[in-house]
Antibody, heavy 120, light 107 residues
Framework: QVQLVESGGGVGQPGGSLRLSCAAS????????MHWVRQAPGKGLEWVAA????????YYADSVKGRFTISRDNSRNTLSLQMNSLRSEDTALYYC?????????????WGQGTLVTVSS | EIVLTQSPATLSLSPGERAILSCRAS??????LVWYQQKPGQAPRLLIY???KRATGVPARFGGSGSGTDFTLTINSLEPEDFAIYYC?????????FGQGTRLEIK
């Protein structure tokens, strides 16, 4: 069965960096687009970044463009999110999510999330 | 950016009743609308994609309709496990956007 396990969350300082990872299993990772979606405490959902199945196309929300970088390693079934220049408003639970196809911009499976807290 | 407005913000109903949740887009998104369910402490779960297609394993009491700018999620004969927050999401234009959610609570 599909499993997505996020890691790398924790406390980061304003202006600092964190790197999130998502280990995928139970499906052919290299055939599917992947996404990062976040949810601030007590708030709604916000799409952060997306990457095509082959890693050739990447997309970002305006709120993170230029600060966050999505990447994938299809040989290791891993999705990553490099988060630089952290801000307090980046505090959220970050979900890794699988696209049902190569690039359809919605998610049919979600991980349980990893919590990022930006605080000095 | 396409704005999705969900109504009502909170819906209070009893088990066995029918729930009707609305999602309105700021511009036409054809049928490229998705619905998710989220329970406390859990990740979102895909319910409906392309406005009216049920995801695998979703009970038949969940139904979606609409196109263009106005969409509806209908839940017939509410079960106790249906009380949750429901989000709509458009996949017509990047950036992908979500509605603010409708909380379905037990009356």
């Amino acid at each position: 069965q599909v499993q997505l396990v996020e890691s790398g969350g924790g406390v980061g300082q304003p202006g600092g960096s964190l790197r999130l990872s998502c280990a995928a299993s139970g499906f052919t990772f290299s055939s599917y687009g992947m996404h990062w979606v976040r949810q601030a405490p007590g708030k709604g959902l916000e799409w952060v970044a997306a990457m095509s199945y082959d890693g050739k196309r990447e997309y970002y929300a305006d709120s993170v463009k230029g600060r966050f970088t999505i990447s994938r390693d299809n040989s290791r079934n891993t999705l990553s999110l490099q988060m630089n220049s952290l801000r307090s408003e980046d505090t959220a639970l970050y979900y890794c999510a699988k696209d049902p196809y190569g690039n359809t911009w919605y998610a049919d499976f979600w991980g349980q999330g990893t919590l990022v807290t930006v605080s000095s | 950016e396409i704005v999705l407005t969900q109504s009502p913000a909170t819906l209070s109903l009893s088990p066995g009743e029918r729930a009707i949740l609305s999602c309105r887009a700021s511009q036409s998104i054809s049928s490229l609308l998705v619905w998710y369910q989220q329970k406390p402490g859990q990740a979102p779960r895909l319910l409906i994609y392309d406005a009216s297609k049920r995801a695998t394993g979703v009970p038949a009491r969940f139904g979606g309709s609409g196109s263009g700018t106005d969409f509806t999620l209908t839940i017939n004969s509410l079960e106790p496990e249906d009380f949750a927050i429901y989000y709509c999401q458009q996949r017509s234009n990047w950036p992908v956007t979500f509605g603010q959610g409708t909380r379905l609570e037990i009356k």
